[in-house]
């Protein structure tokens, strides 16, 4: 089954609407709730990295069978510079915006990693940023 | 004391039951203080109240995606209707009291609340 949701451009209000959609879909296949709290919570965390570091938007894209779950994050850009920089905790380039909305502690992508069983971003400067969970069921 | 009943922490902080009516009577395991959402999406839990003095819509969804069952709002801010309604859709008690953070956390922790860490 695949879905495809949109990613309001800077929006914090809506921010997380996407991820919540994908849990309750989740939820109604009946999948072991542990999977997904940790699906949420890593795709939760790709939404806000959109929402707060990319301009234009994104797109999420859900691809579930009975093995896995994978769910694409992709936006428009500006893209990371040094992906194993952000991947280290603490690494920020939020904006105080961000900041005041409780975000920024660069703790997201390491978050991610914890919960994904596999992990792929695709990114470069001026490129889109890709973001790919997979969790095994 | 090992769960704590969430009518009883509201009376504890003087606090009303904003949302999430239903569910008041459910029991709480452990407290957690922030004013940073990443931090709340780190914790793998079950049984969590979340204080802060971060009154956001973002509050809620993050709740809602971090599984926290109540969330307490300090320093006597106000949550908005927006926000009441997502709390109840995914059944999170949202209490609010003029107690800040410190004082809440206190004041759960003396009365036997467990800290996550
Ligand atoms: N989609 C994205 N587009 C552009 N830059 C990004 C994107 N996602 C992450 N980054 C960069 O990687 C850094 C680290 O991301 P990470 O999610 O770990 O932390 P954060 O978003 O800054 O804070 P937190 O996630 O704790 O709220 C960001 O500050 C930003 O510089
Ligand atoms: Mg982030």
């Given at each position: ?60 894209l ?76 | 004391m ?17 949302s ?30 979340f ?66 860490y």
């Amino acid at each position: 089954m695949k879905f495809e949701f949109d990613i309001a451009d800077g929006d914090f209000a809506k921010a997380g609407t996407s991820s919540s959609q994908v849990k309750h879909i989740l939820k109604q296949l009946n999948v072991d709730t542990k999977i997904i709290k940790k699906t949420t919570v890593a795709i939760y965390e790709a939404e806000v990295n959109v929402v707060a570091h990319a301009v234009g938007g994104g797109k999420l894209l859900a691809d579930i069978n009975l093995e896995r779950i994978v769910v694409e994050v992709a936006d428009l850009g500006p893209g990371i510079a040094d992906i194993p920089q952000a991947m280290v905790e603490g690494f920020s380039t939020a904006s105080p915006e961000v900041i005041s909305m409780g975000f920024g502690a660069g703790m997201g992508l390491p978050n991610m990693r914890k919960n994904a069983d596999k992990l792929e971003i695709i990114s470069g400067v001026d490129e889109g940023t890709r973001v790919v969970i997979t969790n095994y069921i | 004391m090992k769960h704590m009943k969430i009518t009883n922490i509201a009376s504890l902080l003087g606090g009303d039951i904003v949302s999430g009516k239903t569910q008041q009577e459910n029991h709480i395991s452990f407290g957690f203080a922030a004013d940073l959402l990443s931090d709340v999406l780190t914790l793998d839990v079950e049984g969590v109240l979340f204080i802060t003095g971060l009154c956001t819509l973002q509050t809620i969804r993050t709740a809602e995606v971090a599984e926290i069952d109540c969330i307490v709002i300090a320093r006597g801010k106000k949550v908005s209707p927006a926000m009441v309604e997502l709390a109840n859709r995914n059944g999170i008690v949202v209490i609010e009291t003029e107690c800040s953070v410190y004082k809440a956390s206190g004041i759960l922790y003396e009365a036997g609340l467990k800290p996550i860490y």
